[in-house]
């Protein structure tokens, strides 16, 4: 009979993970019979797949995550956002103004400008074209005020953790509103300036300490620490 | 055959080389990755007198335009010399042999990366040689391929790179700057550890068949030797400050 293999190891490019029959997920790929991985990361082996958690690369759009991004230009009938990623974000101006609506340029500069922060939804994405965005749907749209905090893409599922344990307990203990874009971007405001620096404190933390088992209770502790 | 200098001893009565080494044995090498904060990804090795900085950039917008592939992504490498990397200064700009090892380099490593997944992209790999020694383009390799790794570029393997080659008519690992200069055969390999594939191939002399199979087999054990220590540099890098490894 085949060892099982340890459910969780730390894996680099090439590293050999399982010959069981599995399906694949992310970051892995089949090498004949063996299931190997293609990034530095965390090989995850459930019953029926395998995959590897990534701890670094860029951002790849998805359909519907939530992604920050800042307006790069103006065009025509649409406006093309930086999301961290490489590809630009395309909105559209019949996604703010409704369909069938021709908005001048001016009305579209009025609306949104280049250097605005807009908080949206990844609403198609093909091999062929940008990624289409869109901010029509609640919550969405121009973001006005915060800090803006550039982190690993890879580190955003530990910092929204398992049904965002990790972002609720920092936005709990620290009263800071936590905008996650799934691109790495996220957007922190806070009445207080303590709580502010606390919870960026606690953004870093899970960045450069997302690999670590015993994370939530490390940034447990910092929370419950005065002062930062 | 083939040798320019005699005035070198190359290898000694002992099987000991003239800096010190015996035939089997590689220089000292260390990796570091994740040396530089601006570039996605980067490493710097030493490889005996070669110390070698890469940066890699990307998955991003191709420019020029027309340079992109709707399919699939491209990779592109600049090997460059510093003026100060060799002992009389080198003109700084792109010379035949800095384009050829660009060129080889790129193949190397294009069958490891997967880069059908970030089509209209280019990933860019710059390798500067900050001081010259013999086995640049196998050392910017091995710095090459740490370096796509730590930017997160999907890959099917490592690749690790390793020279072999002939000096005073013994077949000898990893050949430095004198043996390139004074002996008889020279062969970078570049390989893929898991996979067993060699993605590179070069052969500067003349070796009989059986030599160039024996060459090829031991080029391999320097590779592998490698590839240990490219792991290490990763490791140290994402694992470590953790028990489980």
Same mark, same amino acid.
């Given at each position: 009979m085949k060892k099982r293999e340890p459910k969780k190891?730390?894996?680099? @490019?090439?590293?050999?993970?399982?010959?069981? @029959?599995?399906?694949?997920q992310t970051n892995v790929v089949l090498e004949g019979k063996r299931i190997i991985s293609t990034t530095i990361g965390l090989s995850d082996i459930s019953d029926d797949s395998a995959r590897v958690i990534?701890?670094?690369?860029?951002?790849?759009?998805?359909i519907d995550d939530l992604v920050i991004g800042t307006i790069t230009s103006v065009s025509g009938n649409s406006w093309f956002a930086d999301i961290n990623s490489c590809y630009q974000g395309m909105l559209l101006g019949q996604d703010v103004f409704g369909r069938g609506s021709y908005p001048t340029a001016t009305e579209m500069r009025e609306r949104l400008?280049?250097?605005d922060i807009v908080f949206a939804k990844i609403a198609n994405f093909d091999r062929q074209r940008e990624p289409l965005i869109s901010i029509a749907d609640k919550n969405l749209g121009r973001i006005d005020s915060g800090e803006l905090v550039r982190i690993s893409p890879t580190r955003i599922p530990r910092l929204i953790g398992k049904r965002g344990s990790m972002i609720q307990m920092i936005e709990a203990?620290?009263?800071?509103?936590l905008t996650v874009g799934q691109n790495g971007l996220v957007v922190v405001s806070c009445e207080e300036t303590n709580g502010l620096l606390k919870a960026l404190a606690a953004i870093r933390m899970v960045d450069e300490q997302a690999h670590l088992v015993d994370l939530t209770d490390r940034v447990k502790k910092m929370l419950e620490n005065d002062g930062v | 055959m083939g040798g320019r200098e005699a005035n070198v001893v190359l290898l000694d !009565?002992?099987?000991?080389?003239s800096d010190g080494r015996k035939v089997n044995e590689t220089r000292k090498v260390t990796i570091k990755a994740g040396v530089l904060k601006n570039a996605n990804g980067s490493a710097y090795i030493e490889f005996g007198g070669n110390k070698i900085l890469a940066g890699v950039f990307g998955p991003r917008d191709v420019h020029p335009k027309h340079m992109s592939n709707p399919d699939t992504g491209i990779l592109r490498v600049r090997y460059h010399m510093e003026p100060f990397s060799v002992g009389e200064r080198k003109k700084p700009a792109p010379s035949r042999r800095e384009i050829e090892i660009s060129k080889v380099i790129k193949e190397a490593l294009e069958p490891a990366v997967m880069l059908e997944n970030f089509p209209r992209t280019a990933v860019d790999v710059f390798l500067e040689v900050l001081q010259a020694d013999g086995g640049t383009r196998c050392a910017a390799l091995d710095a090459a391929s740490v370096a796509l790794a730590d930017a997160g570029i999907p890959m099917k393997d490592m690749v690790c790179a390793c020279a072999a080659g002939k000096a005073a008519d013994a077949l000898i690992l990893d050949v430095n700057n004198e043996e390139d200069q004074a002996g008889q055969a020279d062969m970078p390999i570049g390989y893929m550890p898991n996979l067993g594939k060699i993605t590179l191939l070069q052969l500067d002399g003349v070796l009989t068949p059986d030599e160039y199979k024996k060459c090829i087999e031991l080029g391999l054990e320097g590779c592998k030797q490698v590839? !240990?220590?490219?792991?290490?540099?990763?490791?140290?890098?994402?694992f470590s400050s953790s028990d489980n490894s």
């Open positions: 190891r730390y894996v680099l @490019p090439g590293d050999f993970i399982t010959t069981a @029959p599995l399906r694949l990534s701890l670094t690369g860029g951002y790849m759009p998805k400008d280049k250097g203990s620290t009263n800071a509103t | !009565e002992n099987g000991i080389r590839y !240990e220590i490219q792991k290490n540099a990763l490791r140290e890098k994402y």
